[in-house]
């Protein structure tokens, strides 16, 4: 079994940055992909970033490409999302997960991922 747990939330002002960590623990090395999910109140879990051990080019959501950057630590197995300009409609609560499967084809649906974290909330001010 894997533990995810997210670390960085808070609040900040539009255009402000953020940087989310996620300390994973327990069977970590069955972890292929890691993976980032927000879920704004009232609305589905949505994919956000996620990015694999093979070192392929990591993957973004394309409300969140070229403000977002996710980041692989694999010795201290963390991954690390870095949100810049952020903005209103980035506000949620953010999950971290991990997957086992080396055929990602379905990495952005939730069901790819087989462990999650509690999340951490993200609140955006305008």
């Known amino acids: 079994q894997v533990q995810l747990v997210e670390s960085g939330g808070g609040l900040v002002q539009a255009g402000g940055s953020l940087r989310l960590s996620c300390a994973a623990s327990g069977r970590t090395f069955n972890i292929y992909g890691m993976g980032w999910f927000r879920q704004a109140q009232g609305k589905e879990r949505e994919f956000v970033a996620a990015i694999f051990l093979n070192g392929d080019t990591p993957y973004y959501a394309d409300s969140v490409k070229g403000r977002f950057t996710i980041s692989r630590d694999y010795a201290k197995i963390m991954v690390d999302l870095q949100m810049n300009n952020l903005k209103p409609e980035d506000t949620a609560v953010y999950y971290c997960?991990?997957?086992?499967?080396?055929?990602?084809?379905?990495?952005?649906?939730?069901?790819?991922?087989?462990?999650w974290g509690r999340g951490t909330q993200v609140t955006v001010s305008s």
């Open positions: 997960a991990g997957g086992t499967g080396r055929s990602y084809g379905s990495y952005q649906q939730p069901a790819y991922y087989a462990s």
